[in-house]
Structures are given as structure tokens and as C-alpha cells.
């Protein structure tokens, strides 16, 4: 429970509301996924500018709100608005009232009144930005709530693998592999969302410990322990770090047990699609979950994910704010 929040049931989430803002991508259509990703490659010839800057949002205020830290989510939002012309308000819990006891829903009170158009909010809590939506007539952009989602990640991830995949030809008959902290990971929960959308089929791979089952019940999604199994005839791997700060102990041996068993390594990779990308949402844990090597290596889009970050981010605020009018 949020301190100072009343219950929020997510299902029943009015419509309307749902659609105006992006809070996860349930109910995304796989035609409205594209045509984000059509306005993501416009934005993109933007940044590609020597000035790097449109007055697409002039006149715009967006509120990045960030109750949990982030570096390259929050730098990227902001870079993303002020490349439209936005004014930006920069909000972090550290420091603010928030570390006083003030209540979730009396700093956005406080926010509120400077006006903002869009919120931007990330939160330890899983169904924060809900929350706030229901507090708010400004649109909402989760940027990552507890476990549970995090739409934008799970957006750039699906659109670096079609810009940078060789003889691209659509997601269907193509496959993600996930392979590591399933259990903690809202990243793993939107790209299954996002690309099963898309056509594609995503495996998820772990230890028993930290690969819930119910993912399994999703169309499209298979489990599996043995990242071999994972990997073989993927088009494009992930990996995960372990979130030590959100799990309890015993739910693994070891971390020297754990990079034996699933680390995505250059070996393993082998047995991918020839073309196979390398993926990582970062921050990344070099020779833990993924061997440094492979990192750097040619098929690795990691720095290229990040990049992207921004032009998606942009597509997001502009179709939020100005696309639907």
C-alpha cells in the first residue's frame, strides 16, 4: 500500500482513461505499437539533426516524477521532452518532503499546482502511476513501478531489435529470450507484453526461485530452467541482473553457481540465430549475468537500447500530448 493512498483496482481502470495515458501497454493494440514506431523514426531523424530541437510541445510543461533513483530513464525523459520544446520540472524523492512523511498524494498536490501537462513517474510501489492518474488531469507515463511494468523500456527494446536486425521482415516467427531475475523484473513483464503483441514468442529463463509460473499462462510465453533451451534459434537474447535489493534471502546458492548456470555468455550464444542480438536494460553487471566479452561484441545493441531511449520517449510524450488532439 502507498502511505497515504486508498486501494487502487487496476482492472477497473476507466477506459478512457487508460488510453490517454501510458501506464502499461495492456490493451495496446499490435497496429498501435507500429505506428509508434513509425513516429519513434521520425523522432528519430530529429536527433540525427546538428540541431537537435523541434517546437513540437512548445508551450508544454512534463513533470518527471522519480521516487525511486534512475540515470539513464529519467536523463532520457528529459532529454526527450526538452528536444520537443517542454518545459521541464524535475521532481526526486531524496531530499524532498517525501523524506519528511509527506504523503504520495499531497507532493503531488503540491506539483500539481505549477501546472505540468504530463507526469512522468517512477515508484517502488507497484500501481503508483495508477494512483496518480486517478489524482491527476494530467496525462501519465509510467517509468517503472515496483515489479510490476516499465512500458517505455519494453518499447525501445522491441524497436532497437527492428532497426537493427539483420533482413529485418516483422516480429512474427521471431523469439526473445529472457534469461535471468524473471521474478523482480518489470522489464521482462512489459517485453513479453510488447512483443507477444507484436507476433513475436518470448521465453523466459531462470532458476525455479525467481521464474514465477503464472508467465507461463500468457499466450506465446514458454519456461524454461536451462538457458541452452533458451537461447537455441533465438533472434535475440536478454539478460537480466540480479535485484539483490528487492529479494529475500535463499533464493539462490550462490552467485558463483549462478554465472555457471546463466550467465549469457559467448558459448551459449552459439547456439542463437546467426543474426541474434544482444540485449541488456541496464544498469548491466558485467561477467554476473553477462559476460563482458559479449557485451562489447558486434551483435550487442546494449549502448544502441539506450540511444533509442530518447527518440521512443519522444514518439510517447508527443502522441500523449498532441497525437490524439
Known amino acids: ?89 524535475s521532481f526526486a524523492a531524496g531530499g524532498s518532503s517525501v523524506s519528511k512523511g509527506e504523503s504520495l498524494r499531497d507532493t503531488l498536490r503540491t506539483i500539481d499546482a505549477m501546472q505540468a501537462d504530463l507526469y512522468v513517474v517512477r515508484h517502488h510501489a507497484a500501481g503508483a502511476p495508477h494512483q496518480i492518474a486517478n489524482w491527476t488531469d494530467a496525462a501519465v507515463v509510467n517509468a517503472g513501478d515496483g515489479r510490476r511494468s516499465h512500458p517505455t523500456q519494453a518499447l525501445l527494446d522491441a524497436y532497437t531489435f527492428r532497426e537493427r536486425f539483420e533482413g529485418f521482415d516483422g516480429f512474427e516467427g521471431k523469439r526473445l529470450a529472457i534469461v535471468g531475475d524473471v521474478l523482480h523484473s518489470r522489464v521482462a513483464r512489459s517485453n513479453v507484453s510488447a512483443w507477444t503483441t507484436l507476433g513475436a514468442e518470448v521465453v523466459l529463463c531462470g532458476p525455479r526461485t525467481l521464474l514465477p509460473a503464472e508467465l507461463a499462462e500468457q499466450p506465446g510465453v514458454t519456461l524454461t530452467h536451462r538457458v541452452e533451451e533458451a537461447v537455441e534459434g533465438a533472434h535475440a537474447v536478454m539478460a537480466l541482473r540480479l535485484q539483490h535489493e528487492r529479494m529475500a534471502s535463499g533464493l539462490l546458492p550462490s552467485q558463483a553457481e549462478y554465472r555457471q548456470r546463466y550467465q549469457v555468455n559467448s558459448e551459449r550464444m552459439r547456439l542463437a540465430h546467426p543474426d541474434a542480438l544482444v540485449m541488456h536494460p541496464g544498469p548491466m553487471n558485467r561477467d554476473v549475468e553477462i559476460e563482458g566479452v559479449l557485451a562489447d561484441d558486434p551483435r550487442s545493441v546494449i549502448e544502441a537500447q539506450v540511444a533509442n531511449g530518447v527518440p521512443v520517449r519522444m514518439a510517447v510524450l508527443y502522441t500523449l500530448l498532441v497525437g490524439s488532439r
Open 1 to 89: 500500500m502507498i502511505p497515504g493512498s486508498t486501494p487502487v483496482d487496476l482492472a477497473a481502470t476507466p477506459a478512457k482513461a487508460r488510453r490517454r495515458h501510458l501506464l502499461d501497454l495492456e490493451g495496446w493494440s499490435r497496429e498501435a505499437l507500429l505506428a509508434l514506431f513509425d513516429t519513434t523514426d521520425v523522432m528519430a531523424q530529429v536527433m540525427q539533426r546538428t540541431i537537435k530541437k523541434v517546437p513540437a510541445l512548445q508551450g508544454f510543461t512534463v513533470g518527471t516524477l522519480f521516487f525511486e533513483n534512475s540515470t539513464r530513464t529519467r536523463l532520457s525523459f528529459e532529454r526527450a521532452a526538452r528536444a520537443q520544446s517542454a518545459d521541464v520540472i
